[in-house]
């Protein structure tokens, strides 16, 4: 069974930092891209940042500069490290893992960037 198990997500005041924790099955870690993806109030759920197995990332560029995705084999974890936070990236954060047609989602973790 695939599972997917986000943390870290609370509140933060702009331009503070977070860090969002996703342990995966490690029966997909190591074949699968990792991912972040977004979904905002009355938005559609978008791209954040993905990570490959060769650790080739992609980032939004709403993002970049801001955001780092890593990942750590050993744990089977991926990470999204977060900087100078807004409040447009107030949204639930979602971790993902596709490969071809196959796609896992975790149930989200809520990032509110408010003062």
């Known amino acids: 069974q695939v599972q997917l198990v986000e943390s870290g997500g609370g509140l933060v005041h702009p331009g503070g930092s977070l860090r969002l924790s996703c342990a995966a099955s490690?029966?997909?870690?190591?074949?699968?891209?990792m991912g972040w993806y977004r979904q905002a109030p009355g938005k559609q759920r978008e791209l954040v940042a993905d990570i490959t197995i060769g650790d080739s990332t992609n980032y939004a560029d709403s993002v970049k500069g801001r955001f780092t995705i890593s990942r750590d084999n050993a744990k089977t974890t991926v990470y999204l490290q977060m900087i100078s936070l807004k409040p447009e990236d107030t949204a639930v954060y979602y971790c993902?893992?596709?490969?071809?047609?196959?796609?896992?989602w975790g149930e989200g973790t809520l990032v509110t960037v408010s003062s």
């Open positions: 490690r029966s997909i870690f190591s074949i699968y891209t």
């Open positions: 993902n893992a596709r490969l071809a047609s196959y796609n896992y």
